[in-house]
């Protein structure tokens, strides 16, 4: 192959990749939408179902943003998609909340994995999806009642706390096990992902132990935990596992 046909094939496949990001994202903010207007019916207040409507919402926003972006790069954005419907149809299978606390939890850590993914990939994307990004990244008002709710809640029965760290700790298992799967069957993305670097499950596995470090300081905020502080020798142990199959929560 020549130079410039090298050139255009890794033009092509970093295009690829970012095709797939879009897609796994934008998927994910249209499910996420279904299920918060689910959630806002568990909603014990008036007040409260309004909060998790405007949440809906704003992730029927960001899916369109998405959508739009996807449609600029010459993709249809329903094939973007459809590769990762049945990873995140999966997910939200296996994690159906109890009740309305649960709900919000998954809520909080859901628009936290989707930031993280965000912020990890920004610089290595083009102007206008960089741009895109930081648009969404700056249309997540809606930690704060996460956090405020759940505090009360535990304030009002310190055992809701044990509970609800268990289900943030299943969250997590189940969210990176289907990570894990969508970089091992989606070539273009793992790549973006990595940075296009030959080692590229030990970067994603360093880029995964970084979401864990970033959950748990959610977590800590949530008042479900204590903010990590030993993420360097996480990162790295993560790095070496990378690739092999994560633990079933469940088992």
């Known amino acids: 192959m020549t130079a410039a046909g090298a050139d255009g094939a890794d033009h ?76 995140i149809d999966a997910f939200h299978a296996r994690t159906v909340p109890a009740d309305w606390l649960e709900g919000l939890v998954k809520a909080y850590v859901g628009d936290g994995i989707a930031a993280d993914f965000y912020r990890a990939v920004t610089e290595l994307l083009d102007p206008p999806t960089k741009a895109l990004v930081v648009e969404v990244l700056a249309d997540t008002p809606h930690a704060e009642f996460a956090i405020a709710r759940v505090r009360a809640a535990i304030a009002a029965d310190p055992r809701v706390a044990g509970r609800l760290a268990l289900w943030a700790r299943r969250l997590m298992g189940e969210a990176l096990g289907q990570a894990h799967r969508v970089a091992a ?40 935990g204590e903010p990590p502080s030993d993420a360097g020798s996480r990162a790295d142990a993560a790095a070496g596992g990378a690739g092999r199959p994560q633990p079933d929560p469940e088992a």
Do not use: C, W
């Open 12 to 87: 092509r496949a970093a295009a690829d990749g970012v095709i797939d990001l879009l897609g796994l994202l934008a998927y994910a903010s249209l499910v996420a939408f279904f299920q918060l207007s689910d959630d806002a019916a568990l909603a014990t207040s008036i007040d409260d179902k309004a909060a998790l409507a405007e949440m809906a919402v704003a992730e029927f926003g960001h899916f369109r943003l998405l959508r739009d972006q996807i449609n600029r790069m010459q993709a249809e954005p329903a094939a973007a998609m459809q590769p990762f419907v049945e990873v």
């Open 185 to 224: 069957e989606r070539e273009p993305l793992a790549r973006l992902l990595a940075g296009g670097t030959p080692s590229q499950l030990g970067e994603i596995g360093r880029m995964f132990a970084r979401f864990t470090d970033a959950h748990a300081q959610r977590m800590a905020a949530l008042g479900l």
